[in-house]
């Protein structure tokens, strides 16, 4: 009776801490979201060498996070949200440009965004298989896709961008529920701000393959 009772308080304390996570994940998520939109509003007169090089200080600031996670989690949790405002500025030029080419493309993909995360997350989120060879093949699909990004620059394929931009979001769905797994499946708080790098870095890839997407051919010109 004992061991019943102290396996079940056991069990309560785990889910306990697994919704602590979740809840402390997803509002570093909503938080480096709103830094992201604040970003972009600001850098929404920016040239883009300027985006450039807030992109690269964005990524800066991720390889940062993994050597402030052994000294203070307050100046990893800084640099998530420096993170979010640059990789805005980085993105503004692209978002001020579709704001004015085509604004309605914007709403659509943040709409279907929110949807494609949501269920993807929750399959993830959902499912007991392990999803991590799933995060290795969709790694190694994603560095093909990039070289045949650089690749359609020079040549010019019709359709190519719509079939790049569908073949992103398939990978990107898998690393979505790749990374809802983790965040199941971790019981250390101190990853939060790590798993909501990689949940945000998701949502922002997705929202950009579906404004690729819903741009039409004023997105495949570009």
Same mark, same amino acid.
């Given at each position: 009776?004992?061991?019943?009772?102290?396996y079940?308080?056991?069990?309560?304390?785990?889910r306990g801490?697994?919704h602590a996570?979740?809840a402390?994940?997803?509002g570093?998520?909503?938080?480096?979201?709103? +830094?992201?939109?604040l970003?972009a509003?600001?850098g929404?007169n920016?040239? &883009?060498g300027?985006?450039?090089?807030?992109?690269i200080a964005?990524?800066?600031?991720?390889?940062g996070m =993994?050597?402030a996670?052994?000294?203070?989690?307050?100046?990893?949790t800084?640099l998530?949200?420096?993170?979010?405002? %640059?990789i805005?500025l980085?993105v503004?030029?692209?978002l001020?440009?579709?704001?004015?080419?085509?604004?309605r493309?914007?709403?659509?993909?943040?709409?279907a965004?929110?949807?494609?995360?949501?269920a993807f997350?929750?399959?993830?989120?959902?499912?007991r298989?392990? +999803?991590?060879?799933? /995060?290795?093949?969709?790694?190694w699909a994603l560095?093909? *896709?990039i070289v045949a &990004?650089?690749?359609l620059?020079?040549?010019h394929i019709p359709g190519?961008?719509?079939?790049?931009?569908? %073949?992103g +979001?398939?990978i990107?769905?898998?690393f979505?529920?790749?990374?809802?797994?983790? *965040?199941r499946?971790?019981?250390?708080?101190?990853?939060?701000?790590? %798993?909501?790098?990689?949940?945000?870095?998701?949502? +922002?890839n997705?929202?950009?393959f579906f *404004?690729e997407?819903?741009s039409g051919?004023?997105? /495949?010109? =570009?």
């Amino acid at each position: 009776m004992t061991s019943s009772v102290t396996y079940q308080q056991m069990g309560t304390a785990a889910r306990g801490q697994a919704h602590a996570l979740f809840a402390q994940t997803m509002g570093y998520v909503a938080a480096t979201a709103a +830094l992201f939109a604040l970003g972009a509003w600001l850098g929404r007169n920016l040239t &883009g060498g300027v985006g450039i090089v807030a992109f690269i200080a964005a990524f800066a600031c991720l390889i940062g996070m =993994r050597f402030a996670a052994r000294r203070s989690a307050q100046l990893t949790t800084g640099l998530l949200a420096a993170f979010g405002l %640059l990789i805005g500025l980085a993105v503004a030029p692209v978002l001020a440009y579709y704001a004015s080419a085509d604004p309605r493309a914007l709403w659509q993909a943040g709409g279907a965004t929110a949807l494609f995360i949501a269920a993807f997350g929750a399959a993830g989120y959902a499912t007991r298989r392990d +999803l991590a060879v799933v /995060a290795r093949v969709c790694f190694w699909a994603l560095l093909a *896709l990039i070289v045949a &990004g650089i690749v359609l620059i020079f040549v010019h394929i019709p359709g190519a961008a719509l079939a790049y931009s569908v %073949l992103g +979001l398939v990978i990107f769905a898998g690393f979505t529920m790749f990374d809802f797994q983790r *965040l199941r499946r971790s019981d250390d708080r101190t990853a939060a701000p790590f %798993l909501a790098a990689s949940i945000f870095l998701d949502v +922002l890839n997705v929202f950009l393959f579906f *404004l690729e997407i819903f741009s039409g051919p004023q997105g /495949a010109e =570009r």
